[in-house]
């Protein structure tokens, strides 16, 4: 059974960065798609990121684009989300799965950006 456990989340002013981490247990990531996804206070849990596992393709929501960078280290079995300048409109509850979300959901990690 997969495991996953995200971290790094934090409150930030907006315009500042943070680093998310998505540790992956019970199952490698090496040849999986990897997704992030987040959730706000009384929406929908949306796609936010993803990033294949050959060629290191990626694909970003048109609402982060420019300013979030998704990566993996398939040694580590982690997946990264690198985000910058941060707005408002970012606070959520930051998720990472299979890019058809089809893993058992982890904690999730809470970024919030202060206006």
């Known amino acids: 059974q997969v495991q996953l456990v995200e971290s790094g989340g934090g409150l930030v002013q907006a315009g500042g960065s943070l680093r998310l981490s998505c540790a992956a247990s019970?199952?490698?990531?090496?040849?999986?798609?990897m997704g992030w996804f987040r959730q706000a206070p009384g929406k929908e849990r949306e796609f936010v990121a993803s990033?294949?596992?050959?060629?290191?393709?990626?694909l970003y929501a048109d609402s982060v684009k420019g300013r979030f960078t998704i990566s993996r280290d398939n040694a580590k079995n982690t997946v990264y989300l690198q985000m910058n300048s941060l707005k408002a409109e970012d606070t959520a509850v930051y998720f990472c799965n299979e890019d058809r979300r089809r893993w058992p959901w982890g904690q999730g990690t809470q970024v919030t950006v202060s206006s």
């Open positions: 990033i294949s596992w050959i060629g290191g393709s990626t």
């Open positions: 019970g199952r490698t990531l090496s040849s999986t798609t």
